[in-house]
Every structure is written in structure tokens, then in C-alpha cells.
């Protein structure tokens, strides 16, 4: 492709567990300081022609999307007999996954985290980025496995976690929801939920972009950050408070959720939002 070229390969996650991944490299290169990114909808989706994986290629990064087991080019070649409707996750193709994983005691969730620090193990061995770390970008789902990676692995220097979950605790208020079981971690909630996690990240450089309620909605900021409290509490009494960031794409109707983007950052620009928002410390709301 013009500027990058696109490299597709798999790496050994566990004995028999293959990821498939795809990796961007520019020709000019900006950065030799990686990132790398994980979606629920593939690499393959976001890795097209004008999406944000060329758009932080075309910057001069080098990219690496992988697809965890179970997601995008690792998908299972099995019939989805999912129902219709809004709740036709109940019985799709991710639950039954999930279901037989536990059956196994074994988390379909844990192993996604499992194999995104894998990504970071295969990203640090190639000879053309830079040994002292990572950045991270989840989507989706991906958001999700991205916090828990950042938590649990200190190389991964700066995360991006676009549109996932607010809380565990949010699901037990409401009778439904859309979030599927293979976000799920049984007994999670009698020892933390997510603001925990994102606490155990600081002080490195996080943040949570659109986080969605138990209907997958955009959580407003204000909110958000009522939840996500005790992560601030922790950056600050690291002397970090700039270093963790709250915000919405709904800037329309939550002015709170505005964000000082540089020049020449805008805000249709997904690629820069991703890179202002891994470069570091921020200043933090009043």
C-alpha cells in the first residue's frame, strides 16, 4: 500500500494457540516505539483501506493488530446460531465459548488478556522497534483486555481503551444487558471491578475513551468519572494526576467530555486522537 506495506503473520500464543496479526510498517518512520492494537472486530475490519490502523501508519508508526483466539481471522469456522433480535448475544457462537471454557475451568476472557501480552512479547522481538516498551489501543471488547494487560504488564508503557465496559458493577443494577459472557470473570466482584484495574496502571499514561453502559451506551463523562474515582485517587497520590484521562466522543450534548487536542489533531481524525491521547500526561480537569 502507498506509504506502508502490510506484513501478515501468526505468533505462537500457547502450545497449538496460533494469532493471526497483522503489522503495519511505514516506509518514513516517525517513531520506532510500537503500538499495538486489539478490536472484537478483527484486524482485518479496521486494517482496511482509510481506517485508523493505516491512519497511524500513514503518521509513521508501526502497528501491530492481532485477532486474540476466538476474534476475526482466529474465529472458529462454525455456524453462529444466534438468535435475532437485541439479545441475540444470549445464544451466539462468543457465550457458547465462554460457557466451555469455564466447563474447562478456564476463562475464554483471561486467555484474550493472555494473548494480548503475548502480542507484546512478539511486537518487542522484532529488530525494528524500540526494547523499552509498548503502546496499547482496545476497542470494543479489546478495551476490556487492553486494561487488564496494561495492569498486569509493565511494558506496556501508554494504553488507549476506546468503548469498553464502565464496570462490572453497572450490570447488577439493571435487568438486561447487552455485554456478552466472554467479558465476563466469574466472582470478579467480590475482590475489584474495572476502576481497580485501571488504579493498578498508574502512573503510566491511560486512557478510557466512550466508555458504554450495561446497553452499550456512551456513559457521560460526568459519570464516568464518578466510577472511575479511585483510579484518579491513585495517579494523583503518585504525583500523576495528568497521566489518566476520562472522556466521550458525545461532545455535543456532554461539553464536559471536550479535550484539548494539539494541532493539528481533530477530532474526526481517529489515528491522531489515538496518538495525542498515548503521548503522555495530560492536563488534568479542574
Not at 482496511?48 to 502497528?63: T, Y
Not at 488507549?160 to 455485554?179: A, E, F, I, M, P
Request: aromatic letters at 8%; a negative charge; charged letters at 25%.
Amino acid at each position: 500500500r502507498r506509504g506502508y506495506r502490510v506484513e501478515k503473520l501468526e505468533f505462537l500464543s500457547e502450545p497449538g494457540i496460533y494469532i493471526p496479526a497483522w503489522v503495519f510498517v511505514p516506509g518514513a518512520r516517525t517513531s520506532s516505539r510500537a503500538i499495538l492494537y486489539v478490536s472484537d472486530r478483527g484486524a482485518r475490519v479496521d486494517g482496511m483501506e482509510f481506517g485508523p490502523l493505516e491512519g497511524l501508519a500513514r503518521k509513521g508508526n508501526i502497528v501491530a493488530a492481532i485477532d486474540v483466539r476466538g476474534i476475526g481471522d482466529s474465529r472458529p469456522p462454525h455456524q453462529d446460531v444466534e438468535g435475532s433480535g437485541e439479545f441475540r448475544h444470549v445464544d451466539s457462537l462468543e457465550t457458547a465459548m465462554a460457557y466451555m471454557a469455564w466447563e474447562m475451568d478456564e476463562s475464554l476472557f483471561g486467555m484474550r488478556v493472555e494473548d494480548v501480552v503475548r502480542g507484546v512479547d512478539y511486537v518487542l522481538s522484532r529488530p525494528d522497534v524500540e526494547k523499552t516498551g509498548v503502546r496499547l489501543i482496545g476497542k470494543g471488547m479489546g478495551a476490556l483486555w487492553a486494561l487488564y494487560a496494561a495492569a498486569l504488564d509493565p511494558r506496556i508503557e501508554a494504553a488507549v481503551c476506546d468503548g469498553g465496559l464502565l464496570s462490572y458493577r453497572s450490570l447488577t443494577s439493571v435487568d438486561r444487558y447487552l455485554h456478552g459472557a466472554d467479558i465476563f470473570i466469574p466472582g470478579v466482584l467480590q475482590h475489584f471491578d474495572l476502576p481497580q484495574v485501571a488504579a493498578a496502571v498508574a502512573a503510566r499514561p491511560l486512557a478510557l475513551l466512550s466508555p458504554v453502559d450495561a446497553m452499550k451506551r456512551p456513559v457521560n463523562v460526568s459519570i464516568a468519572e464518578q466510577v472511575f474515582e479511585p483510579a484518579r485517587q491513585a495517579y494523583t497520590k503518585l504525583g500523576a494526576p495528568g497521566s489518566f484521562r476520562l472522556s466521550t466522543r458525545d461532545t455535543e450534548h456532554d461539553p464536559a467530555a471536550r479535550i484539548q487536542l494539539p494541532a493539528p489533531v481533530t477530532e474526526n481524525d481517529p489515528a491522531a486522537r489515538y496518538l495525542s491521547l498515548l503521548g503522555g500526561a495530560w492536563e488534568p480537569r479542574p
